[in-house]
């Protein structure tokens, strides 16, 4: 497929995936609806297409980085109409099982191989290749893929049939969710028995009770820094309902997963929407009768 890829969504993770790609040589063909994305992106050196169908016709392989489901199924219909030969459409974002399948038909329907693999990491987590990709669907199509994945993440795993990259990432983001708040609630208490957060944060990261989301988070909930957001909490808040529904529908209990969903809604409530998920602090601490900054 040559070293050339289209990226069709040029947002935090599809703008970041764009220039990592095109750091390490890559030519890259990105199309966005957001006039200013494109200028900013085309200043890093991406080629602008003046539609997805230019993209298309441009690329044998096509990355989607998409808002809604909405727009995944504007994309494939623009990609279809463009009449190409046979294309490897990925698409890195998280809906559900049943968007994804109607990008997999839509694709089937013209020629073209559709993958479902979305990506386990922050925008932040991003920037730094520090991304893995749950790959699904036809494994010669994701093989094809691999020097491409390996350019802007750290690791790529394939996971069978289309969709288990969806259901993977659902339980990973199920875990990302529990931890999000528990590194919040563990802030909160640390702050009001006295204890300095930034001491918190460099004993706990690395022991047994840290993880990947309080090394990630807990910085920001000590600065009380939300902004630019690596994942935006109105983002979140559409991905926790993706994973309800799944785990309601395999009737399995999530009962700390269930217990996270109404901090995030309080974010919300509270005009929290596009900051970042670790914004969750502010309303522990506002529960925790934690006023002022919380830096020591």
């Known amino acids: 497929m040559g070293k050339t890829v289209g990226v069709i969504g040029l947002g935090i993770m599809g703008g970041a995936i764009s220039r990592n790609l095109h750091q390490r040589g890559w030519r890259v063909i990105g199309a966005d609806i957001d006039a200013a994305r494109r200028t900013e992106l085309a200043a890093d050196g991406i080629d602008i297409a003046a539609d997805v169908a230019g993209v298309a016709r441009a690329a044998e392989v096509l990355l989607l980085s998409l808002p809604s489901p909405a727009a995944v199924r504007q994309v494939a219909a623009e990609i279809a109409a463009a009449k190409v030969e046979r294309r490897i459409v990925a698409e890195l974002s998280t809906f559900a099982i049943e968007d994804k399948m109607s990008l997999h038909d839509a694709m089937e329907a013209v020629g073209h191989v559709a993958l479902d693999c979305p990506l386990s990491g922050t925008g932040a987590q991003a920037v730094n290749r520090d991304l893995v990709v749950y790959a699904s669907g036809e494994r010669a199509a994701v093989e094809a893929c691999a020097p491409l994945f390996a350019d802007f993440a750290k690791k790529s795993a394939y996971l069978g049939a289309f969709g288990n990259g969806s259901r993977m990432k659902f ?55 939300y902004l630019p957001a690596t994942m935006r909490v109105s983002t979140w808040s559409k991905d926790m309902s993706i994973i309800a529904e799944f785990a309601k529908t395999l009737g399995v209990e999530t009962p700390c997963f269930d217990a996270t969903r109404p901090v995030y809604d309080e974010a919300l409530r509270l005009g929290l929407g596009e900051m970042d998920t670790a914004a969750v602090y502010r309303v522990i601490a506002g529960r925790s009768n934690l006023g002022g900054p919380v830096t020591s």
């Open 171 to 225: 339980v990973a983001n199920l875990l990302v969710a529990i931890h999000n708040v528990a590194a919040a609630e563990a802030m909160a208490l640390a702050r009001k028995s006295g204890l300095d957060p930034s001491d918190m944060v460099e004993v706990i990261a690395p022991g047994a009770g840290g993880s990947r989301m309080f090394e990630l988070r807990a910085p920001m909930m000590v600065r009380d820094e």
